[in-house]
């Protein structure tokens, strides 16, 4: 069996490290705890589950401390999780299973992100050692080998209030301080500096940096893609309802029938009474003619709404045989969904 270092960073997490190691120690052959300046109890509690507990000077930047964490592993594969991670028993049993299998054939692994009920992602997970680094000092990525496979575990997402509260516009004091500093931006972190700005409600300011963004080089197609998205919405907060169509529609031109875009742009429409038009879009998501984004691959809206969705498109437009039939199709998949009650009295 190879075995698996688990690599943290932290810093005033004494409310979660517990939880988590509590939950790593289950299959991890060795962790690796990097500090970056805990005024709390964090070093403390982090030094009952392993010997390995380092300080770690922090300069705004993720990457840096990752790196250097996982500079401190020793064993044959290195897997990184956060303080308010969790993996329950089930997934744990899957980890061992997995490590019976190594070495494989990929130095890279990737397993499933549960972020919420309503999202769950993708992400590298497991690497073998010496063969991947960290990019970005914030909203960092591991830059690895493009022999990648999918693992069947999990990781789950547990952030609690005061974590929430503590995070709060931290990304963007970062982005905010390095801007300051004049340190260079790559595409990929204005694209996440306009993120943050749109996360904060800073919209117009959020808008600046995605034209910025689009006259950068070296970007990603999948990036384009969610910066648009992004994009739109912050026009949408500003009530600007015909520019948020536009640009959904323009990148829909541009990048092919993504389904989040079709999503987007089909739901403007609803909103503005453009059933005909709305229709459309449901309709190509429906019809399998969109194809998910990494970073957006939801099948529950694109699907499951877009029955909804449609169903009421085709109301308004005097078809209500055929509203009623996707009505019975949605209806089938969750009977007790909200949307479904309330339109049941209309297709009854």
Known sequence: MSTLSVCIIAKNESEVIGRCLSCVMNFADEI???DTGSSDNTKYIASTYTDKVYDFPWDDDFSE?????F?????????????????????????????????????TYMADYYISPELTTTVIRIVKRGTSRWIGFVHEYLETSPNKIRVDFMVTHMKTVNSSIRDNGRNLRIFERK??????????????YAKELYWNGRYADAIKKIREYFC???????????????????????????????VLS???????????????CGLEL??????????????????????????????????????????????YLGKKDAGKRLHEKAKSIHPDNEAILSNEKFFS
């Open 250 to 264: 323009s990148a829909i031109i541009k990048y092919g029938m993504n389904n989040r875009l079709l999503y987007d």
């Open 32 to 34: 690796i705890v990097v």
């Open 71 to 107: 500079s401190k592993a020793t064993m044959d594969y290195i897997m990184w999780i956060d303080c308010d991670d969790v993996i329950d028993d089930e997934n744990q049993k899957k980890i061992i299973k997995f490590k019976e299998m190594l070495p494989g054939t990929a130095d």
């Open 270 to 315: 609803y909103y503005n009474s453009r059933y005909s038009e709305a229709a459309m879009y449901f309709s190509a998501i429906l019809s399998g003619f969109g194809f998910d984004s990494a970073y957006f691959s939801d099948k529950f809206e694109f699907v499951f709404n877009s029955l909804i969705l449609e169903s009421c498109c085709l109301w």
């Open 65 to 69: 401390a990752r790196n250097f964490s």
């Open 179 to 192: 801007e300051a500093k004049r340190v260079k931006l790559e595409s990929r972190d204005v694209l996440y």
């Open 216 to 246: 950068m080089d070296g970007k990603w197609l999948e990036d384009e893609i969610q910066i648009s998205i992004i994009e739109g919405a912050c026009f949408g907060k500003l009530g600007d309802s015909s520019a948020k169509i536009d």
